[in-house]
């Protein structure tokens, strides 16, 4: 089985509540979804580009798509003396790619690997296929008034309630942008305390500018939101993508 990856690096989280730590992410090509403020290249490209040396801005190309040998091999090579804490698969969409994840996690949990799964968080029939060898799931609430797409709650319900059926660490992510409507966070909220339960970390993210929007939110905004959200989930945080102010992969 072979897979299309956009890229492979070694970086520090900068995301959500593990931030700081160190990551290798590997990056799948193509997503379902088309979220205004995207910041990655979700098309098929011909080459995956790795970093074989964390920073360097160097790259490696090897063509696509890659078999579960090649990329346990770069893996191996990136990462021998284990300096990531988790393996961050990302996207893109990684679950459209589940067939594929099903052979390569248990190798890689074979090999020790912690397994981060960034997703957006409503495709949760996939998710089912890959779930046990899950460690943390990074999952997206997406608000149609931030994305400027259809609105997804059933799915995200569904999703976040797998997480939990089958016990597995999860937290939400709320990226906000200056358009943010109100009711629509609200809405959320209440959806993931149902579908979650009251203890669901909520991570609201700033949006950061993007190519195809600049609405990113006032601190104004983010402080009356979070007032609002810890109304009904008391466990919220403000956490912003970092790796951007520091200009890293
Ligand atoms: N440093 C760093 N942290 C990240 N956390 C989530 C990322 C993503 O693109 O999914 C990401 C990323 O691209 N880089
Ligand atoms: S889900 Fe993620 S990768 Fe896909 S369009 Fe939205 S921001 Fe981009
Ligand atoms: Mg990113």
Redo the contacts with the bound molecule.
Sequence with gaps: MKTYLSEIFSSIQGEGPYVGERHLFVRFCE?H???I??D?I?ERTETVLIEMEPGSGKFEQIPNPLAIDQVMELVRKIDGKKTNKRISLT???PLLQANYLQELLPQLCGDDHNIYLET?GDLPQQLKTIIEWIDVVAM?IKLSSV?REKNTFPAHWQFLKTCRDFDVEVFTKLVLSAETHEGELMEAVKGIKKAGGADTLVVIQPMSKARKTDAVPSGAQLLRWQDKVSGVLPNVRVIPQTHKMLEML
Excluded: P
Aim: net charge neutral; with cysteine; aromatic share 8%.
């Design positions: 997503c979804r088309a979220c403020y995207c990655t979700t996207g893109g969409a957006a997206d994305t």
